[in-house]
């Protein structure tokens, strides 16, 4: 392919020359008691009143506003959606799929997915996947697992329930696919840099600075996609990315990224499909356990 023809035809829908996918995980509510937070550890026997609030925040604040920011800037997004936070509020979640944006799975509760034997793993998703589609209408068919982590029965179940594709891989700027049982299985890259959850963990990190960090990945990938196929991921987090300061800073790089040409936004499950069409997409080795 010519650089003048990967200019007018681009790598994405519509000859565009960067996707943007963008996540906004709905799990707050269906943490443990035991749940870490931003306080210091109490000691054993005490009941941590002020963590479950922290919480909280992530329905009845956090999630209205990042809906409310998608809406202005007609951005639709993937939501990994926890089972017991979606039979909490279901109203939430009902909503989230009405505006338009992507039902996807994350497991029913938070239990990590790699401490689980095959038949509760299997059990887990099959109860995500009643709940999510019971309430919002949409039946899952993208996943993300607790930490990214899987264990050897992962894609096999995956693969058996109809999912489409996974977010579990930090190994390229583009779309994949990994083979299970010859099949093809779609990996949609997820990200630890432009990821609330990871840099807020850190007192050192402000709205500002995340701000400017979205702009560089941006930019880097942006001029890369003149050249060949970029993605850009973003993750957000109920309780964390709909803080006001953290949704002014989304407002501001949206409204940046959308200033350049051939820049499109894109679910996850589009993403997946529009690969899956694709002919020329790298094949991740198998996985080593």
């Known amino acids: 392919m010519t650089e003048e023809h990967q200019e007018e035809t681009g790598f994405w829908p519509g000859g565009a020359r960067l996707a943007i996918s963008i996540s906004m995980q709905f799990e707050a509510g269906a943490q443990g008691k035991d749940a870490e937070g931003p306080f210091p550890p ?8 002020i963590t479950p ?8 604040e956090g999630i209205p506003r990042l809906l409310d920011l998608w809406d202005r800037h007609d951005v639709k997004v993937t939501s990994h959606m926890v089972g017991q936070a979606v039979e909490r509020r279901p109203d939430l979640a009902k909503e989230l799929v009405s505006r338009g944006h992507e039902a996807a799975a994350h497991g029913y509760n938070w239990t990590p997915q790699f401490g689980m034997n095959p038949e509760e793993e299997r059990l887990s998703y099959e109860k995500n996947i009643e709940v999510v589609e019971r309430v919002t209408g949409q039946r899952p068919v993208g996943f993300n697992a607790f930490w990214m982590r899987q264990t050897r029965a992962t894609f096999d179940i995956l693969q058996e329930l109809g999912f489409l594709y996974h977010t579990d891989d930090l190994s390229r700027d583009e779309p994949a696919l990994t083979l299970v049982h010859d099949k093809p299985f779609v990996v949609v890259p997820y990200t630890l840099r432009c990821n609330d959850i990871g840099r807020f963990s ?3 990190m402000t709205s500002a600075a ?12 942006y001029a890369e996609g003149a050249q060949r196929r970029r993605m850009m991921s973003i993750s957000t987090h109920d309780r964390i990315g709909g803080a006001p300061g953290i949704v002014g800073a989304l407002d501001r790089f949206l409204t940046y990224a959308k200033q350049h040409e051939g820049v499109i936004f894109m679910r996850k499950d589009e993403i997946a499909q529009y690969t899956l069409q694709q002919d020329d997409v790298p094949i991740n080795p198998p996985r080593k356990y």
């Open 53 to 60: 609030t922290w919480y909280e925040y992530g329905m009845n």
């Open 210 to 221: 995340f701000e400017q960090e979205l702009k560089d990945e941006f930019d880097v990938l």
């Open 42 to 49: 109490m000691e054993a026997g005490l009941v941590d009143t």
């Open 202 to 204: 850190s007192q050192g």
